[in-house]
Structures are given as structure tokens and as C-alpha cells.
């Protein structure tokens, strides 16, 4: 089962150039059956650009995860603790592999969907 993310461009970049191995989400999705996370890079891109293969999601207390994900976070220390601020629980998608796009994808024309605010299942 596939999920279409939408990750902001400077992030959905850095998972295609393995500068950042974690996809930080503050809900996990409900389906546990996801095994490919379809990206979308937001405004200004607004193009679907690849996909990943999920190796694990984590699911703990923000200190722990950003521990355990800081050096391939692709993000700040500050912007994590910020995002996850008043959260007991902080998601890390562990990504396994990645497939970069050739030639980016529409959202509206190739998947036939609008961009999701946080994520949609395909």
C-alpha cells in the first residue's frame, strides 16, 4: 500500500540526495500496512518528484527520536523541537530506499488527487 506525503521542497530534496534518512511526521498513519511513501514537494515545486521504501517508523518521546535521527535529519535541532513541541510522542519514518522521479509528475493530472495537507492513501 502506497501514501502520497506532502514535504516541503528543501526537505523533499535532501531524501533524494540522502542527506536526510527521516521524514519526521506528528501522526502515524492508521494503516500500518504502508510500505511506499509517494513525495509530493509543496509550493513552489508543487510536483510529485519520487518515493521511498519504508524501512520502520518510530514512534517515541522527541528527545529519544531526535537522538537516535539527528545525523541524517536533514532539519535543525531547533526546527524539530519547535515542531514537535508539546507533543509526548514524535514520528520518524525510516527511510529505506529511494526512486527519483526522471520527470516529475502532476498531482492533479497523474494522480488525479489535490495535494494533501499532512497525507493521502493511494
Known sequence: M??????KPEYAFKIFDGTKKFEFR???FKN???K???VYAS?????VIGEFEIEDILSLDPKKIWHITEKFSG???DFFYKYFENREIAHAIKIKSTKRYITPLS????FNVFPPQSYLYL
Open 2 to 7: 502506497k501514501v502520497l506525503l506532502s514535504i
Open 26 to 28: 506528528k501522526v502515524r
Open 32 to 34: 500500518p500496512n504502508i
Open 36 to 38: 511506499t511513501v509517494i
Open 43 to 47: 509550493s513552489p515545486v508543487q510536483k
Open 75 to 77: 532539519i535543525s535541532e
Open 107 to 110: 498531482i492533479k493530472e497523474d
